[in-house]
């Protein structure tokens, strides 16, 4: 927060100096309603044809097992598909091991309470990668618009308790309002992610997100 104080050079100066400059955060709390689950396959041959047959066939063996959850292809997509050479280092000598091929999926899911089941499914048929479970809300816009409303209005509890304690008037619109690094993507996580594993299946606890708008802004006094 930052006072300024009147310098009586001339009227005009007086209206830029007399300011209160305060910064405003305002926080909405929302349950994420989607799911972005990373998982795939890695392998690793001596032959750079039987590596890439190896990974097509486990990663189509993979996605065939979602599919049968219930989980339509539009929600499945490749993040990522690698192979590279693997050498071994001994006594400071290089020597070739064979090749390492990765596949990697995104799985975009709106029940979340499937998330558990389609990360067993997919080890259940193959996948030895599972990266993490990303939650986040769809259309996040309305609340981040929420929060911008709350940063305002305590920005503007802030001056009014800095005007009150001066004992000055405080003009209630503000002469500028900046939005301080503003997070129009993913909602930030609250609360960790839980994995639990039963006997049944993957329990996951997406928790609560957070979406926060900061501002700072500049109120006239008198």
Sequence with gaps: MYFQQQDFRSPKASIRSNIIRVSGIGKVFVQPNQAE??????TEDSQLEKAQREIAEAIEKIKNGINSIGISDDQIRTINY??????????GKQTFRGYKAEHTLLITIRDLE?????VDTAVKNGANIV???????E????????????????SFQKAEAIAKT?????????????????????????????????????????????????????????
């Design 37 to 42: 689950i990373t998982l795939g396959i890695s």
């Design 82 to 91: 690698s192979i590279y050479p693997q050498y071994d280092y001994i006594d």
């Design 114 to 118: 499937r998330a558990g089941l389609v």
């Design 131 to 137: 990266t993490g479970i990303h939650f986040s809300v």
């Design 139 to 154: 259309h996040p816009s309305q609340y981040e618009q929420q929060a911008l409303s709350y940063a305002v209005i305590d």
């Design 166 to 222: 001066l004992g000055v008037r405080l003009n209630h619109t503000p002469i500028a309002v900046n939005e301080i690094n503003p997070q129009r993507g993913e909602p930030i996580p609250l609360h960790t992610t839980a994995f639990v594993k039963s006997e049944a299946t993957t329990s996951i606890q997406p928790g609560v997100m957070e979406i926060r708008s900061q501002i700072s802004a500049e109120y006239h006094f008198f």
